[in-house]
Nanobody, 126 residues
């Protein structure tokens, strides 16, 4: 069982940056593939980025590639999402998620992430 708590959301102007954090409970954090997803009002939850248990492999949605960076610190049981060059269409609730299968098996498949945080709001103004 993994419990996830996101933080770092807020209001930022377009072109600005934010860093989201997700703190996880449990002793086996490094065994989980960790992902970030987001959900804008009236839209379905969508994949943003994912990182392997070791941190050595990452995968991004095309919409954020080159602007967002996912990383993790297994000693601190924390995964991060550095968001640069933010755009108004990045506005959403951002969710951290954990999957017990390797990154290569689950990638962006929402249903493969079994543990979810409560979400943190990111609002990008023009």
């Amino acid at each position: 069982q993994v419990q996830l708590v996101e933080s770092g959301g807020g209001l930022v102007q377009a072109g600005g940056s934010l860093r989201l954090s997700c703190a996880a409970s449990g002793r086996t954090f490094s065994s989980y593939t960790m992902g970030w997803f987001r959900q804008a009002p009236g839209k379905e939850r969508e994949f943003v980025a994912t990182i392997s248990g070791s941190g050595g492999n990452t995968y991004y949605a095309d919409s954020v590639k080159g602007r967002f960076t996912i990383s993790r610190d297994n000693a601190k049981n924390t995964v991060y999402l550095q968001m640069n060059s933010l755009r108004t269409d990045d506005t959403a609730v951002y969710y951290c998620a954990a999957g017990s299968r390797p990154l290569s098996e689950i990638m962006s498949l929402l249903a493969s992430y079994h543990y979810w945080g409560q979400g943190t709001q990111v609002t990008v103004s023009s």
